[in-house]
């Protein structure tokens, strides 16, 4: 009884929630950002964002170095009044950083855009999509096209089979596929080898992306060391790595991305578009990129980071009323108890403890009730716990 | 016999100038940036960059606001870590700021952004450019679409004759033209009136853009008010309105436009991409752009900024051996004596002076030899007219 009665919303938490969910409705497709949850409902206390899908310690990192190299420095100026370098060029200095040749780079405003310029431009006619899954994969499909599910199940902890998968996309035989590697908002991990059996099979899939955002966060050695197949677009000319730069280094501000294609399909993009899609804070970003040094300080904060997430999600694995599903991000998707709805849960977790979660109810191809939640630092992922803890034990 | 001296390049200018050149090749279908040639070329000494269309009064407002409300305040880090809103949401922002619906408004990520989504969204057959201007409009059309140049002749001062141009597009029937307004880079105006003619009897084109992004250096009466014809879009459903905010607030580096077109126009953008295509500086500027007090002293330097530059314009175009161009825009083209490159010029003025000016030879619908020079802040200016003069008198 207790227990049932915490996970009620009083009549106060009740007005609030129904303000929270008109903003929900009011910011489309993903959730309102939390400075907008700020100004509209001045009356929370939001101490963790655990909707922002980031390493903390890298935004740190890079903060420090704008400091240092722009502000100090009396830059700032520079970097918001002049033209940002074309596509080109900042592909240049990515290249540096990644060994990849600067002719296969594309920079997008965000992955997003990246996503969107693929899509729009190569997917001529059926696309599948593995849900759930991050939404824009299907959402940016064009009128024409057609989109088909392939649905990852839950008996298999929402895991890709890969023997399955492949003779589902032997029988429908769309233009595109995308793999999302690890997935969101599950968390989901496809071995590298696996992928690679992937490509070698699916080479009559004229546009195979292969969402690389998360992978930094992911690791198959006692050493963290970072994953990538960017070097298989040189063997596969049908495949796309789409990278997004705001989840390792926490920049989702200044909008920066990458992919790796074929040449041809770089100029392709380029040809027609995308002449100054980057800003200065973003270029500059590119130079810290191909920065040694920046680099070197960056692992540590990275596998800083994943030991921390990984201790926090297997604490949260062992709170008794959720589920969990294993991760490779730095996010976990959790099972809510039957008829505990995700809407509620997430109003609560806001109004009484000050934490932001990503409420799953608009994830198709979940099946319950599901939050998605990030891991923050340390302090964060302790408020977490402790939060989930006292309402679910 | 002194004259033409100066118009040649000594030996050591023209290994300078070679470099130049190659790095004008390689930033394609524009000027190299002011970064990239300060990097490559460390021995010039620039101090002007009449390059930059931009009021330079402006970007100083925009720092002193940046500086107090985001550095002071240690605002930079949430705009630099947290996604910015979405397209809708930032578009609200900018219908308090212009008295438009907000269904009406599309943010792009910079104007240039906004070019290539109708482009490549609504274009489908034809599309009539008036040449010569900015190339994007050329450029960005899909492989499908056919470009139609319609040539604005020098005997007219490069401006549009209103009969001949209906009479044009009547003939040739396209679904997209495009008229920029003043244009680039000739400084041309279209009156207000006489664009209203235009969309009066070219009702069944289906897309008719108009650019807008240098419209807030023009006037039509004594007060300078400012100009636009966005109330239209709710009479011509036809109509999409393109504007910058690089030129008039000086911020090319944050990336930041919108346009004004019909609601389903919107909405047929929005609903398979554009999601997160603003930055969070560029959120942050259309909260400015919304802010009335910010507003009226942005109409104060604009003022002040306009005078300085019709002062400017006007100097150039007693300088002897030149021609200039009447201009409603912050620069002015300059055609050069018969036989003198420009190529050249723009080396001598940039190596011996230390001013960078737009070389024009690569823009079609030009017969000479042109320069394209911005106008800057008052001291820059009497260096550009110092240099000029030296040269051409």
Known sequence: MKLNKKLYLTSLENKISLKILKLKKESGSH????????????????????CFLSNPYATELYME??????????????????????????????????NVKSDKIFIGNGAIEIIQAIIHRFTKNKIVVNIPTFSSYYDFALDLVDVTFFKLKKENGYSLIIEEYINFINKIKPDTVVLIN?????????????????????????????????????????????????????????LYIVKSMSKDFGIAGIRAGYAIMHANKVSSLLKNGYL????????????LYSDKIFILKYQKVRKKYIIETQKFLSDISNIPQIKTFPSSANFVLIELPENVSSEIITSI????YGIYVRNCDDKIGLEGNYLRIASRGIVENKLIFDSLFDLFS
């Open 31 to 50: 959730s309102p950002s939390i400075h907008t949850l700020k100004e509209e409902l001045p009356e929370l206390e939001i101490k963790v964002d655990a």
């Open 65 to 98: 170095y704008f400091d240092k190299e722009i502000i100090q420095k009396n830059r700032l100026r520079d970097l918001l009044e002049f033209y940002p370098s074309q596509n080109s060029v900042i592909a240049d200095l990515v290249s540096k950083s990644i």
């Open 182 to 238: 690890p997935n969101n908002p599950t968390g989901t991990y496809i071995l590298k080898s696996d992928l690679i059996v992937i490509l070698e099979r699916l080479d009559f899939v004229e546009n195979i992306i292969v969402d690389e955002s998360f992978i930094h966060f992911a690791y198959e050695d006692i050493d963290f060391k970072e994953i990538t197949i960017s070097a298989m677009v040189e063997k596969y000319p049908n």
């Open 276 to 287: 100054w899609n980057s800003n200065g804070l973003a270029e500059h970003f590119f130079r």
């Open 349 to 352: 977790l806001l109004i009484r």
